[in-house]
């Protein structure tokens, strides 16, 4: 039982460049989420996706789209990354979306330059 | 919308009692999350007050006053391993409590 998993780990990205961070769980959980944390703050919630199917905007959802591929994955895509986006990516996942207990990946640690 | 309040850090020694707190202000509340984070590492949930007083898991404890919009995590017997950041959460009214608002974060120091 892997829980939720990430990849890349890592990630260093030119302006203008994209990419697709992708993210799994297997623990057949209904409900997936994609935060940012900068230095020094909590996280941020960019998308989330409350079952299988549906997504919607999150706190700051500017420069990012979002896939719900099948109930497992739920994906991040940066179309023109910029260095505002120099972050900490996390996935999360729930069982419902009013779970409160909220599991989350290793998360991925993007530069862009 | 909703805003959480933290001390942004907190130093005590190995053995001694802490206490985190956290205030938040809420157009609708669903409970109150804590979580903690390891440098590098990722958040991991500890405790959730659905309702007024103390629920305790082990060495951790967490409170809750709705009318006061207050919360705090008490760690007791600290030991070198709970260095490291505690979060609050509450539930966002918007889209029906659809999803969490993190507090910044309390980092805490165990010294020896």
């Known amino acids: 039982n892997a829980g939720v998993t990430q990849t890349p780990k890592f990630q260093v990205l030119k302006t203008g460049q994209s990419m697709t961070l992708q993210c799994a769980q297997d623990?057949?959980?209904?409900?997936m989420y994609w935060y940012r944390q900068d230095p020094g703050m909590g996280l941020r919630l960019i998308y989330y996706s409350a079952s299988e199917g549906t997504t919607d905007k999150g706190e700051v959802p500017n420069g990012y789209n979002v896939s719900r591929l099948n109930k497992r994955e739920f994906s991040l895509r940066l179309e023109s990354a910029a260095p505002s986006q120099t972050s900490v990516y996390f996935c999360?996942?729930?069982?419902?979306?009013?779970?409160?207990?909220?599991?989350f990946g290793p998360g991925t640690r993007l530069t862009v330059t | 919308g909703q805003s959480l309040e933290q001390p942004s850090e907190v130093t005590a020694v190995e053995g001694a009692i802490v206490q985190i707190n956290c205030t938040y202000q809420?157009?609708?509340?669903?409970?109150l999350s804590w979580y903690q984070q390891h440098d590098g590492g990722a958040p991991t949930f500890l405790s959730y007050n659905g309702l007024d007083g103390l629920e305790e898991t082990g060495r951790f404890s967490s409170f809750l006053s709705r009318s006061d919009s207050y919360g705090y995590l008490l760690l007791q017997e600290l030991q070198m391993k709970d260095s490291a950041s505690y979060f609050c959460a509450v539930r966002d009214r918007d889209n029906y409590g659809q999803n969490f608002v993190f507090g910044p974060g309390t980092r805490l120091s165990v010294l020896p």
């Open positions: 623990m057949n959980h209904n409900s």
């Open positions: 999360a996942s729930s069982e419902e979306p009013r779970s409160y207990e909220q599991y």
């Open positions: 809420t157009s609708g509340f669903y409970g």
